[in-house]
Structures are given as C-alpha cells and as structure tokens.
C-alpha cells in the first residue's frame, strides 16, 4: 500500500554502527548523541528534549537506526512525529510497556506511546507469553511466535488501521541471527524479514526504526563475543534495510 523513507538516519549514542561499515551503502546521515548526559536505559527528561530536538534537524526519514536496545525509548519520540491514525508493530522480546517509572527507560517506552492520540493499537510479536498473561492495555496485542503457514496472516489480522509504524529489536530473534545485550527470543531473521514483507505490502508503513546492538567494548577487538556480534548484527541489519527499501524506494538500495 505504500510506504515514506529516503535513506537512513543512524543515531550515534556509543559508536556502534562504526565499524558496520557495509550500512553505509546506504544514503544516510548521522545524528550524534554522544555527549547528552543520562541516557543509557533510562532517559532524563533534559535529555530526551535534547534528542527530540536533534531528531527534528534530521534530513532522512523512513528508517532509523537506534543503537542498542538500551535506548530503544527514542521510538517514542519517532511516534510523536505521526499526525494520522496508526498502529505500532513491535517486534521484541519484551514489551517494553512496565508501568510506574518517572522517567521513559527501555521498559516502559510503549507505555509513554500509548497516550499518543493517533496509536489506535500496539502489536508486539516475540514475547513468549500472550495478552492474557501479561494483564496489559486493551489496546495492546501480543503475538507469541509461532513457526507455522497461518502466523502472518494472525499478524495482519490484528491491525485495525491501513497505516503502521515498524519497530525492531533484534532481541526478538534467535542467537544465531542476532546477538544482543538482553536475553533473546527465539525468532529466525527469515520469518522477521517474511513478516516485514507481509506488511509492507499490505499497510502504509510510516518509518522503521531498529535497535539491538551489542554495546562496543573498550576491548572490542580482542573479544569474540563482540566480533560475532558486529558480524551477525550488520547482517540481520542489512538484511531489514534492503527488505524495507525493496518496497520503499528501490532507488535507494545498494548497488
């Protein structure tokens, strides 16, 4: 049904894109987050004005590329710019939706989103427990995976508006496709990508964002665990990327 995007803006709280330099075939800009105080998990309000701020200076819009899971609130700011009806699909091991915090954190994002005026629904696929164990919003569906034929179709049938928002956490899908810094699902990158074609064919998808990257280490390139997770996070990255601009704009792919 369509979709918006132009390129890709990559946030840089921590320098984790850096070395995945295979993103930047990609038309892209860089938005740096580096030096705003009080931002890793949980988000002061100062601070979420001042990345606010910077988000509007943005020159690519379409797909976002946040950092680690850590800052996965600054969804919650890309929402606010959305001025018709919609509905968020949330791809995630948790649901982000805890109650009671002062400040956004990580956790408690989609709550904060749930005010907006124009979130009609929010579908969130990955956790492993449905709505009725989780005791959550009437206006929030879960979607534990399930690998069989009828799944997507659940998937679509749970999204009352013709417009959506896409946001990622690769800490929905399995080890060997991701490695993140929070315990992971158990979803394969081609039942993610298989998914995100179903919806973009079908809905008017607003933005993209994804998030789940494996925190850099001082002693980064000593360190195996941080290689095989540079290695399969840029692959699951480029993966979505190419996949969203197929639809998006197919001018925009990488040779």
């Excluded at 956004?104 to 696929?125: D, E, T």
Aim: some cysteine.
């Amino acid at each position: 049904m369509g979709v918006q995007g132009n390129g890709v803006t990559m946030l840089n709280f921590d320098g984790v894109y850096r070395p995945q330099k295979r993103l930047f075939q990609f038309p892209h800009e860089w938005v740096d987050l580096a030096d705003v105080p009080e931002t890793n998990l949980y988000c002061s309000e100062a601070a979420l004005a001042e990345i606010e701020r910077r988000l509007e200076r943005r020159r690519k819009r379409g797909a976002v590329l946040i950092g680690s899971g850590n800052y996965h609130y600054v969804t919650y700011l890309l929402l606010k710019e959305i001025n018709e009806p919609f509905t968020l699909v949330l791809f995630d091991r948790h649901t982000d939706a805890e109650g009671g915090d002062d400040v956004i954190s990580c956790g408690s994002w989609v709550s904060y989103a749930l005010k907006h005026p124009r979130l009609q629904k929010v579908v969130i696929v990955g956790p492993t427990a449905s709505s009725h164990q989780l005791r959550l919003s009437p206006n929030m569906t879960v979607l534990p995976f399930d690998d069989h034929d009828e799944w997507p179709k659940a998937l679509i049938e749970a999204i009352p508006t013709g417009s959506i928002y896409i946001s990622i956490d690769k800490d929905a899908l399995r080890r060997e496709d991701a490695v993140t810094n929070w315990d992971q699902g158990v979803i394969p990158l081609s039942q993610l990508l298989a998914c995100l074609r179903l919806l973009l064919f079908h809905k008017k998808v607003l933005g993209v964002d994804i998030c789940g990257e494996y925190p850099p280490s001082a002693v980064d390139m000593f360190d195996p665990l941080c290689r095989e997770a540079r290695g399969k996070n840029e692959q699951a990255n480029m993966a979505i990327l190419e996949t969203y601009f197929h639809y998006a704009a197919p001018h925009l792919r990488p040779a």
